[in-house]
C-alpha cells in the first residue's frame, strides 16, 4: 500500500500535524476492525463489540492529543515571532 500524499491543505495552525502518525493510527484502527470482525464470526459478538467502542475511543484521543500537539506548537511559534518583533 503506497504511503505517499501528493498534496494536502491544511489550517496554518495544524502545519505540523504528524500526519503519519494519523495515518499510522488510522492503520491500527483498520486492524482492529478486522480482529472485530474476526471475533464477531466465531461469535463473540460482545467482545467485538467492546474492541470496536475501545478503540474507537483510543482512535479519537490520539488523533486529538496530535491535533492539540500542532496547535501548542503554532502557539509557541507564533509567540516567539511576537516576542521578536518587540
Do not use: N
Not at 501528493?6 to 500535524?17: A, I, T
Not at 502518525?21 to 483498520?30: D, P, Q, R, T
Not at 471475533?39 to 496530535?66: F, N, T, V, Y
Amino acid at each position: 500500500m503506497p504511503r505517499r500524499v501528493k498534496s494536502v491543505r491544511v489550517p496554518e495552525e495544524l502545519s505540523s500535524l504528524d500526519l503519519s502518525g494519523v495515518i499510522a493510527e488510522c492503520e491500527k484502527y483498520l486492524r482492529d476492525l478486522e480482529s472485530a470482525t474476526l471475533l464477531k464470526q466465531h461469535g463473540d459478538k460482545e467482545a467485538a463489540e467492546a474492541l470496536i467502542r475501545a478503540r474507537q475511543q483510543d482512535l479519537g484521543r490520539k488523533i486529538g492529543l496530535k491535533v492539540w500537539e500542532a496547535r501548542k506548537a503554532f502557539g509557541a511559534a507564533r509567540l516567539s515571532r511576537l516576542e521578536e518583533e518587540e
